[in-house]
């Protein structure tokens, strides 16, 4: 049985060979069993404009998930929830045999401050922050961190995070990848219409 899960949540508008990458690394450097994906039905801290469907984004995160432990899922979707904090424990509760850790970026760790029950956040779940090399000095300087520095974990103890009393947080460093969903976007507006979500594998 699945049991060490690392939890990944973002808009994935679309998705991108960048979360691939950087899930792959996660999935070697913290033991992990499989990743989920947790396309977001909307992002509170991010506007609504120039945003897929949700049905679209989970189809182009099923298609980047391919022949990979990685699922790609709307559970938000389906439990109702709306903030990460809410979808932590809901999933708790749906699956008390599992093991989650949360994934983010520096970027989202620069902003980790605005998220509604942060502090909460790091009591139900283990943190791993992946290295994106123009926001980590915000990351690093940022209120999030001035309070989660003293539960701060060495990389070399990161296949051990089930065993780690709480909150606690390790900071992963792997090989950037400059892909950017914006960029992408900006590169290509239609991309959206490659992604029919019948044709996509389904959970």
Avoid: C
């Amino acid at each position: 049985m699945t049991r060490r899960i690392g939890l990944l949540g973002g808009s994935f508008n679309p998705a991108h060979r960048g979360h691939r990458r950087i899930t792959l690394a996660a999935i070697r450097k913290l033991g992990l069993d499989e990743v989920w994906w947790l396309v977001s039905p909307g992002n509170p801290l991010k506007p609504e404009a120039g945003m897929a469907p949700l049905a679209v984004r989970l189809a182009s995160a099923r298609h980047m998930a391919r022949r990979a432990p990685i699922r790609a899922t709307a559970i938000e979707a389906q439990l109702g929830t709306r903030y990460t904090v809410d979808t932590l424990r809901a999933l708790r509760r749906r699956y008390p045999a599992k093991h989650f850790v949360w994934l983010m970026g520096a970027d989202n760790l620069a902003q980790f401050h605005r998220w509604r029950g942060w502090r909460r956040i790091a009591r139900i779940v283990p943190i791993a922050v992946i290295a994106r090399p123009p926001y980590n000095g915000d990351a690093l300087a940022g209120p999030a961190m001035g309070w989660l520095r003293r539960y701060q974990r060495r990389p070399d103890q990161a296949t051990r995070w089930t065993m780690w009393s709480l909150p606690a947080l390790v900071l992963l460093r792997f090989r950037p990848d400059p892909t950017s969903a914006t960029a992408l976007r900006a590169a290509d507006p239609d991309w959206a219409r490659r992604f029919h979500p019948a044709d996509q594998p389904q959970e």
